[in-house]
């Protein structure tokens, strides 16, 4: 599986970014991609998913109100708009999928892309 991220770079506080992560390779199904960030010294962290239908979306509560979890299923890719960005939210971000494969493992199987950087400077 391979999970091609873009979108990171240097930015302001108060302006927006949007990522995204393309999917490929992948077998079996239900789909489910998300983001995950890590900042120099703290451990990885969840950030938003979004289930394989798009119609159930999670994030965590920093996030919500100013980052919106999106995906285009025809091109198994999954954006992230990161909107209001503060400095806080400076992080190396990670793309994260994970889908199930009878054929390979009983247990949902995940990738992880590397990581894109996004820097937030007040």
């Known amino acids: 599986v391979q999970l091609q991220a873009s979108g990171g770079g240097l930015v302001q506080a108060g302006d927006s970014l949007r990522l995204s992560c393309a999917a490929s390779?992948?077998?079996?199904?239900?789909?489910?991609m998300g983001w995950f960030r890590q900042a120099p010294g703290k451990e990885r962290e969840f950030v938003a998913a979004?289930?394989?239908?798009?119609?159930?979306?999670y994030q965590t509560d920093v996030v919500k109100g100013r980052f919106t979890i999106s995906r285009d299923n025809a091109r198994n890719t999954v954006y992230l708009q990161m909107n209001s960005l503060k400095p806080e939210d400076t992080a190396v971000y990670y793309c994260?999928?994970?889908?199930?494969?009878?054929?390979?493992?009983?247990?949902?199987?995940?990738?992880w892309g590397k990581g894109t950087q996004v820097t937030v400077s007040s």
């Open positions: 994260s999928v994970n889908f199930i494969d009878p054929t390979v493992s009983s247990d949902r199987i995940h990738y």
């Open positions: 390779g992948h077998t079996g199904s239900d789909l489910t």
């Open positions: 979004i289930g394989s239908s798009g119609g159930t979306t």
